[in-house]
């Protein structure tokens, strides 16, 4: 913690800096797994990152300065995590890409018609807590494996990594992705693969990419993808900021995340949302700086985001060289805490209209099946939704009878 008599402004600045640098370290290897899958090129996944990073920074000042609020924008964690599981490694090629960005423009539209459209954020309000969670937990289920079994597979790449990870995890949880990715990249560095870099771009760039859009991806990506940002960031998000005193101007933070994701989109760029986990290392009062003034705090973290952009490029150079068990046990385990929170939430509700529907809309998430070309993250949540009303419809019948015995007997 920064000392007491510290300026406000520099206070302000370590509170965002360090919003921005863990909301990126945390959880930007899901989002580099997510577009591999999807069958993006090196240069491609460069120019998403960029671009999400750019949305992100700009979106984060255009909020912050107008409403005089802490609010930090970030990317959609749990909807990178949501399509990374969905699609293996190697199942992507262009094709889906471009469909995948089809499908990510939609959310964009989605997003804006949430802002402009009260009664639309109001029903996706009205989708159990335990069921978004729960289709969440299911898909992230096989990616948290992998460290576990890579390290029994290759101790000598993926031990490094979870030792420092669970040490960290003693010492400064906040910090313990950031210190394992340092220590992938020691690991990298005496196992580097100079010819995965040879068409690596390192300096800054943009790549257009041609949206496709059909039927297939708006119900398997988009439709997910928008439920799981509604559910999992943007209205926690909006319960901390209403938590710390701060009032959000729902239709202006829609609409301009929804425009920038769509806009991003057309370069590869992930969906962007109100922050929420991290929303509360510049929202909250542990951060030192006055009420008043915590909104500057969210205006640094922009800015981290727009440096971080610029040093992207950079980063999938480390990634592109680094073998695919170092990769995937960094990625497991930066899915860990998303998986933990997901497991919480899904059955934090001992009730059996809760926790049956959640245990069914698990294991069809986790099943990865399809039918009729609709994937399992629409038919986990319809699974659920079915077997809740059914047990509610019992326990309703259930209840009816014993009032009419009951009023019989009077």
Not at 14 to 25: D, K, P, S
Not at 322 to 329: K, N, R, Y
Not at 344 to 373: C, D, Q, Y
Request: charged residues 10%; neutral net charge.
């Amino acid at each position: 913690m920064p000392k007491p008599d510290a300026s406000q402004g520099t206070l302000s600045a370590i509170a965002g800096i360090t919003t921005g640098l863990v909301g990126f370290l945390s959880s930007f290897v899901i989002v580099i797994a997510m577009m591999q899958n999807l069958g993006a090129t090196d240069g491609q996944i460069s120019s998403g990152l960029l671009a999400v990073c750019f949305g992100i920074g700009l979106t984060t000042f255009f909020l912050a300065y107008t409403t005089k609020a802490p609010i930090t924008i970030a990317w959609s964690t749990p909807g990178a995590a949501l399509i990374a599981g969905a699609f293996a490694a190697g199942e992507g090629d262009s094709e889906l890409f471009s469909h995948s960005m089809g499908a990510f423009l939609i959310t964009g539209v989605l997003l804006i018609a949430t802002g402009l459209v009260r009664p639309l954020a109001d029903l996706v309000a009205k989708i159990p807590g335990e069921i978004a969670q729960a289709m969440l937990a299911g898909f992230l289920l096989a990616y948290c494996t992998e460290p576990f079994l890579n390290l029994a597979s290759n101790p000598w790449l993926a031990g490094p990594v979870i030792a420092v990870w669970l040490i960290a995890l003693w010492k400064a949880p906040r910090w313990a992705i950031p210190a394992a990715f340092v220590a992938s990249l020691v690991v990298i560095a005496f196992n580097f693969n100079t010819e995965a870099v040879d068409d690596v771009i390192l300096l800054p760039h943009l790549e257009f990419v041609v949206p496709a859009i059909d039927a297939a991806s708006i119900i398997n990506i988009a439709l997910p993808l928008y439920l799981v940002t509604m559910a999992s960031q943007n209205l926690p998000g909006l319960a901390i900021l209403k938590a710390y005193d701060y009032k959000l101007p729902w239709k202006r933070a829609m609409v301009s995340t929804g425009f920038m994701s769509s806009l991003a989109a057309l370069f590869g760029g992930l969906t962007i949302n109100l922050a929420a986990i991290s929303a509360a290392l510049s929202a909250g009062s542990e951060s030192g700086v006055k009420h008043l003034r915590r909104w500057r705090s969210a205006m640094w973290s922009g800015s981290t985001y727009l440096v971080l952009g610029l040093l992207c490029s950079v980063v999938v150079l480390v990634i592109s060289a680094a073998p695919s068990e170092v990769f995937s046990t960094l990625a497991g385990l930066a899915l860990v805490g998303t998986f933990s929170g997901s497991v919480a939430g899904a059955w934090k509700n001992p009730a059996e209209h809760s926790r049956m529907p959640a245990a069914v809309t698990f294991i069809i998430a986790a099943s990865g099946l399809t039918i009729f070309g609709i994937g399992a993250a629409i038919w986990s949540i319809a699974g659920g939704l079915i077997v809740r009303g059914i047990i509610l419809a019992r326990k309703q019948k259930e209840e009816d009878k014993i009032a009419q015995e009951h009023a019989d007997h009077q």
